[in-house]
């Protein structure tokens, strides 16, 4: 069980470079979500989604796309990318809304850094 | 606005003390909680979460209490060991009308010394 999975773990991106961070999960999660953590903040919630087909904004959705074609699967794209979104970015996944008591697993995390 | 915040960034214990790590939160409505642990490198992982509806949960050397009045939650690590370092981050639901979104707070880091 391989739990989620994140590609890559670490990149590198020119700025206005567009990308995608992939993230995977195998436990037929419903919800899945994607966030970032900075320096000496808590995780901020990009994009997520309560199901495939179904995906709505988080607290800094600004710059990132995202699409939920199969449960599995939950891309988060970087359209332009910019200084500002170097960060670590944390795929998340859980079986149900994670506010009702559904333990949230996280992805092991892709370095981003953009120059 | 709504707001979930730690009182010290670091703490510093003996291996073999007892650990406490606070968390204030601002949100009166949010009704579940949790504690996860980020290791240097990895994924936060979840320790052990509690419901409004209760004061006290306990896990296997953890224990988390909440208190309502002053919308304040710890978290309680007995014997601590050098594996429990670590940022230990707390996180509520914001409230049960938006039960799809998770406030985390900034962080404490543990460190555990001999």
């Known amino acids: 069980n391989a739990g989620v999975t994140q590609t890559p773990k670490f990149q590198v991106l020119k700025t206005g470079q567009s990308m995608t961070l992939q993230c995977a999960q195998d436990?037929?999660?419903?919800?899945m979500s994607w966030y970032r953590q900075d320096p000496g903040m808590g995780l901020r919630l990009i994009h997520y989604s309560v199901g495939a087909g179904i995906t709505d904004q988080g607290e800094v959705p600004n710059g990132y796309n995202v699409s939920r074609s199969t449960t599995e699967d939950f891309p988060l794209r970087l359209l332009s990318a910019a200084p500002s979104q170097t960060s670590v970015y944390f795929c998340?996944?859980?079986?149900?809304?994670?506010?009702?008591?559904?333990?949230?697993?996280f992805g092991e995390g892709s370095w981003l850094t953009v120059v | 606005g709504e707001s979930v915040g730690l009182h010290l960034p670091t703490l510093s214990v003996q291996e073999g003390d007892n650990s406490i790590i606070n968390c204030a939160y601002s949100?009166?409505?949010?009704?579940?909680f949790i504690w996860y642990k980020q290791e240097s490198g990895k994924g936060p992982q979840f320790i052990i979460d509690i419901r409004s509806n209760m004061d006290k949960r306990q896990g296997q050397r953890v224990t988390v209490l909440l208190n309502k009045t002053v919308k304040h939650l710890s978290l309680q690590i007995a014997a601590t060991q050098p594996g429990d370092s670590a940022v230990y981050f707390c996180?509520?639901?914001?409230?049960?009308?938006?039960?799809?979104?998770?406030?985390f707070g900034t962080g404490t880091r543990l460190q555990v010394f001999p």
């Open positions: 998340a996944s859980s079986y149900s809304l994670p506010g009702t008591g559904n333990t949230i697993y």
């Open positions: 996180a509520e639901n914001s409230g049960s009308y938006n039960t799809d979104k998770l406030i």
């Open positions: 436990m037929n999660h419903e919800y």
């Open positions: 949100n009166s409505a949010s009704d579940y």
